[in-house]
């Protein structure tokens, strides 16, 4: 397809786990960064973490994350993950994953540089 598909959201607990998917398909996903989004109810979308083309795979976090979530790629299966750990109730926010082309520039952290993006998914944390 030319848009991410997400999966893996859902409910869970203060201080749960959750792993979100991403399948991007229809281009060549080692040649994208891909990046994972949030957008909490009156809160703009904000940027949670980011890993470069697959020939690099540089990880990037946003400073509310860092240590808690983890993201990774697998090329062959043309899939971005978000490894969620330790959440709390402020992380409760639809999720979406977004791709941008190498060849447009260096990967970012901004919603403004990515090209496809997912529906996205939905997490909440209850307290």
């Known amino acids: 397809q030319v848009q991410p598909v997400e999966s893996g959201g859902g409910l869970v607990q203060a201080g749960g786990s959750l792993r979100l998917s991403c399948v991007f398909s229809?281009?060549?996903?080692?040649?994208?960064?891909m990046g994972w989004f949030r957008q909490a109810p009156g809160k703009e979308r904000e940027f949670v973490a980011a890993i470069s083309w697959g020939g690099g795979s540089m990880t990037y976090y946003s400073d509310f994350v860092k240590g808690r979530f983890t993201i990774s790629r697998d090329n062959a299966k043309n899939t971005v993950y978000l490894e969620m750990n330790v959440l709390k109730p402020e992380d409760t926010a639809v999720y979406s994953c977004?791709?941008?082309?190498?060849?447009?520039?260096?990967?970012?952290?901004?919603?403004?540089?990515?090209?496809?993006w997912g529906q996205g998914t939905q997490v909440t944390v209850s307290s």
């Open positions: 229809g281009r060549t996903f080692n040649e994208y960064h």
């Open positions: 977004a791709a941008k082309s190498r060849s447009v520039g260096w990967v970012t952290l901004s919603v403004n540089g990515y090209d496809y």
